[in-house]
């Protein structure tokens, strides 16, 4: 297969863009969701792997492009693993993820009041698909195991990254800087995956 030169990352996630971008090989050219001025397609998968092959097919066949799309979320095993496909509609219509935090703190009292007490334990989970108009070129998932944070810490990242701490870490997603975090995150474990395609 001929390497990759040009590839278009189908989010509309801000945060989820620069990562992606950043851990790219510099040679390919990216673009970007908001320059074709797409919207998201409506994600009907019942798993990560399914979503974002939705999203990739979706926004390659817009584009004409190659398409590298995540979807992603986090699992929280005492709330059966909810939110999981459904992470980004915690934060409602407007994706407010301050508003999704809220709702995992209210939900994991609702399920044990002393929880805080306890170790939740808690992974990301990514997909990422390549699709070529509806062909699926691949798909592969990643993941981080860890503990939900007693309270959201720290400006970095994005989503759920503030209430996430990783397997034998200290800080949560939010207080690491995008270097610490991109060299151990949900993200790079699915990235090292789909290497052999770019």
Not at 76 to 83: A, G, Q, S, T, V
Not at 100 to 110: D, H, M, P, T
Not at 132 to 161: A, M, Q, W
Request: hydrophobic letters at 30%; charged letters at 35%; one cysteine or more.
């Amino acid at each position: 297969m001929k390497k990759i030169s040009k590839l278009l990352i189908g989010t509309n996630n801000k945060g989820k863009y620069k990562e992606i971008k950043d851990l790219l090989p510099k040679y390919i050219k990216t673009y970007s969701t908001s320059e074709f001025k797409l919207k998201s397609p409506k994600e009907n998968g019942q798993t990560f792997i399914e979503n974002s092959v939705i999203k990739s097919k979706y926004f390659s066949k817009k584009t004409k492009l190659l398409c590298l799309a995540d979807d992603s979320g986090l699992e929280i095993d005492i709330l059966n693993k909810k939110p999981g496909i459904y992470s980004a509609r915690w934060g409602g219509k407007e994706g407010d993820f301050n508003k999704a935090i809220n709702k995992v703190y209210r939900e994991l009292s609702k399920k044990d009041k002393n929880w805080k007490q306890k170790k939740v334990r808690a992974r990301f989970i990514c997909a990422l698909s390549i699709c070529f108009l509806d062909k699926k070129i691949t798909s592969v998932l990643g993941r981080v195991d860890g503990y939900i944070s007693i309270k959201p810490k720290g400006e970095n990242g994005f989503g759920y990254d503030p209430i996430f701490i990783p397997k034998n870490r200290k800080k949560t997603f939010g207080e690491m800087s995008s270097l610490q975090k991109y060299k151990i995150d949900h993200r790079f474990v699915a990235f090292k995956k789909i290497k052999k395609f770019l």
